[in-house]
């Protein structure tokens, strides 16, 4: 099956920058795979993410993508059924079928009763709900994540990975995610990929074949997120 | 350690404590009648002319007579017309301008040294050039009005864009609306809108000033009117062209205070 995703030798420098983030990075994610990108801070994961969705390096062919962003960066003056349509306002879309998309996202993440909330009043998981229902509306063939759960605290975190697992079964959707946390990577990816060194290239790389339902706490889980660890704890050191 | 329990009522939301009903309404009323009094006694026991300070008590009556002679009405409809129509040009004028410095790096280089050698000239010193472009006519008014308007909305919407979170541009960008014009309705201007309101507040103000010195100069309002009666030592007269015009400033703002509470009910 031909990759969704296609990612050859990209390397990146910012402006001003010693040396590039990123050099010579490779990378293929097929239809309805779910991949997560790992790594310490700064290495380079929300900007291999931002050249994916064409917002730095804008790339000839650009994916139709969306993001969800750490922070939900929801629309403060729209309520939420408002901030799920705001993708969808720049397609020219006929006002029903825009509705209907917008009614099918919110059932989607559970918040058909919130519709009319605004931003201040939601809790934060359910604005990164929203944010995953805005994403999803505008039926992107990839969902970009950058770290769609960081600024949860620990309880909303575990069950908003329960709610993306639920959803991305629902919808079949492509994922490229980006996080920190070894462990979430290997709860929710079919693949996980680890980002060091600078510039950043792959580190290690391994498929999660453990059904989704019983991965927290699996021996084999464990196992992988130690052979993350003493990876990443390796290439820090050097 | 133990916990001191505060009645819910004694309870600072915000740091400073909750005024009580006496707080709220008694005080200021008795600060109010304070004045009112120490005004109506300083003429009243010689401390002063009558002439150069008119006793509050007097002011009533004043008012009613202006009505009854037709002045108090066309001034206050003429200087509503220069108000409102100056307010209108400048507040669009400068927000919009404004607006495109604050996103246009080219357009805020060209303009930055017009900005700075126009800025300081104050409205006032535009009189000559008003008479001698317009004539002392209602044009002439507008015009003065429009530059005291112009310069603080342009300074708070260009504030008010350039401080529009990036994250905001980045989130609009990654939706698809590529350029800052196609950011403008769905983004800028909405985040934006809380500091160019407040600029557009501080204009309704500054508008009144600009008023008064625009129709000092013998354009008809309130004004003129005060001219006039100041010439003939009518001083009471300029008092109630002065309560009138606070009177109208008050209103307005109160209005726009809720328009602006309404459109921005989203801040909470």
Redesign the interface.
């Known amino acids: 099956m031909s990759a969704v995703v296609r990612i050859e030798r990209l390397a990146l420098r910012f402006p001003g920058a010693s040396g590039p983030v990123l050099a010579g990075l490779d990378l293929e994610v097929a239809p309805g795979e779910f991949v997560a990108i790992l790594g310490a801070s700064g290495v380079g994961k929300s900007t291999l993410l931002r050249a994916v ?1 064409g ?1 730095i390096a804008p790339s000839a062919d650009r994916l139709p993508v ?2 969800v ?1 750490q ?1 939900a ?1 929801l ?4 309520d939420a059924a408002a901030n799920v349509r ?2 969808l ?3 020219a879309m006929p006002a029903a079928q825009a509705q209907q998309r917008v009614d099918d996202s919110l059932a989607l993440v559970g918040l058909t009763d919130f519709a009319a909330r ?1 931003p ?1 009043q939601l809790s934060g998981g359910q604005r990164q709900r929203v944010a995953i229902a ?1 994403a999803l509306a ?1 039926r992107p063939e990839v969902l970009l994540m950058d770290e769609p759960f960081g600024a949860l605290d620990a309880i909303t975190r575990e069950a908003m990975q329960g709610e993306l697992t639920r959803i991305r079964q629902q919808t079949g959707k492509t994922i490229l995610f980006v996080t920190h946390d070894i462990e979430e990577a290997l709860v929710l990816a079919d693949r996980v990929v680890l980002l060091a060194g600078q510039p950043a290239g792959i580190a290690l790389e391994r498929r999660v074949k453990l059904p989704l339902a019983h991965r927290r706490e699996h021996p084999e889980l464990l196992a992988l997120a130690a052979e993350f660890r003493a990876v990443l704890g390796t290439r820090e050191a050097a | 350690m133990s916990e001191l329990a505060l009645p819910a009522a004694a309870q600072p939301r915000d740091g400073r404590a909750q005024p009580s009903r006496l707080g709220r309404w008694g005080w200021p009323a008795f600060g109010l009648a304070l004045f009112l009094a120490i005004w109506e006694a300083v003429p009243a026991l010689g401390l002063l002319p009558a002439t150069l300070l008119p006793p509050p008590s007097i002011l009533p009556a004043t008012w009613w007579q202006e009505v009854v002679d037709g002045h108090w009405l066309a001034a206050v409809q003429s200087s509503l017309s220069h108000y409102l129509m100056g307010l209108a040009i400048g507040t669009t004028g400068g927000v919009a301008l404004g607006v495109a410095m604050a996103l246009s790096p080219r357009l805020d280089a060209s303009l930055s040294w017009v900005v700075r050698v126009l800025r300081p000239v104050p409205g006032l010193a535009w009189i000559p050039f008003a008479i001698l472009w317009f004539g002392v006519n209602p044009a002439s008014a507008v015009f003065i009005i429009v530059i005291g308007v112009f310069w603080i909305n342009l300074f708070t919407a260009y504030a008010a864009v350039r401080a529009v979170e990036p994250e905001l541009f980045e989130l609009a960008d990654a939706f698809g609306y590529r350029g800052r014009l196609a950011k403008l309705t769905p983004v800028i201007l909405p985040a934006a809108a809380p500091g160019i309101l407040a600029g557009v507040r501080t204009g309704l103000g500054q508008a009144w000033m600009a008023v008064v010195a625009a129709e000092l100069f013998g354009v008809e309002g309130l004004g003129q009117r005060m001219m006039q009666a100041s010439a003939l030592l009518a001083t009471e007269i300029v008092v109630v062209m002065m309560l009138t015009i606070a009177a109208l400033y008050g209103i307005i703002d109160m209005l726009f205070v809720a328009l602006r509470d309404r459109l921005l009910r989203w801040q909470g």
């Open positions: 969705a917002l969306a993001m962003f922070d960066r629309l403060a003056w729209r705001f993708g306002e720049r397609l605004l201040r805005r505008v």
